[in-house]
């Protein structure tokens, strides 16, 4: 799909005249905001190279202060520079930019309006979208569901774009920090990109086991008991390096 821009017009609906709707004053980017408009480019790229997406499907957003930076619509991601910041504030207006922000900005504000997440990653992964059609959640097959708040619920299907989405996807991330969409991808937050990355790639992981081990004719994988679940919780908790 051909880059989108927003023309000069006199209102939204590119019509002039007494009842006109002036667009939304842009300011420049902040130095805050070129920086994390660089890491959440490269975190859109990886999610290409890695298989979790095709084309220009799936978006990336990192919130900073009070501003949304998120990945345009339709804008292949190796065509993204520094220029291209897009962003809007919490209500979904754009406040930088000219290029028109994902059609799933209402996913991510519901994220940001809803928990204390800093970053959002959402893909069209292969496998992770083959269970959202199968089962209503994802089994805990593996101690990494812990890293999501236990097993992964499956939000059930909407009309990508929509508030319906928005809010099938919030009441399957209670107490959760990601989850499936029916029949469309996965959806992941955190603190940083690196972290609502890592919890993407992980959940495609744990799909991919799933089906795998689900798949052997006569025999049904093993599941992990609640109990496990905690403690696997606490231990990763304190797991990687810790600074002096």
């Known amino acids: 799909m051909a880059e989108q821009r927003r023309g000069e017009r006199g209102g939204r609906d590119g019509r002039t005249g007494a009842h006109e709707v002036s667009e939304p004053r842009r300011r420049d980017a902040r130095a805050e905001e070129t920086s994390a408009w660089r890491e959440l480019v490269a975190t859109a790229r990886r999610t290409l190279s890695d298989g979790l997406v095709v084309g220009t499907s799936g978006n990336v957003s990192v919130r900073v202060g009070d501003t949304v930076l998120v990945t345009p619509s339709g804008v292949p991601y190796d065509r993204l520079t520094p220029d291209d910041v897009t962003g809007v504030d919490l209500t979904g207006r754009q406040v930088l930019g000219t290029l028109v922000p994902t059609s799933e900005l209402p996913m991510h504000l ?124 606490e231990r990763l908790r304190g797991y990687g390096q810790r600074r002096s």
């Open 110 to 233: 519901a994220i940001y309006g809803s928990t204390g997440a800093l970053a959002v990653v959402h893909t069209h992964a292969v496998h992770a979208t083959a269970v959202s059609t199968l089962v209503p959640e994802l089994p805990a097959v593996h101690y990494m569901s812990a890293a999501l708040g236990g097993p992964v619920r499956v939000a059930p299907y909407a009309t990508y774009g929509t508030d319906e989405l928005a809010e099938n996807m919030l009441r399957a991330l209670t107490d959760r920090r990601g989850c499936l969409l029916q029949n469309h991808g996965t959806i992941t937050y955190g603190t940083t990109l690196a972290q609502a990355y890592d919890r993407t790639a992980q959940l495609e992981w744990m799909c991919r086991l799933w089906l795998t081990a689900s798949s052997v004719p006569g025999l049904a994988p093993s599941l992990l008991t609640p109990e496990q679940l905690t403690e696997a919780a």
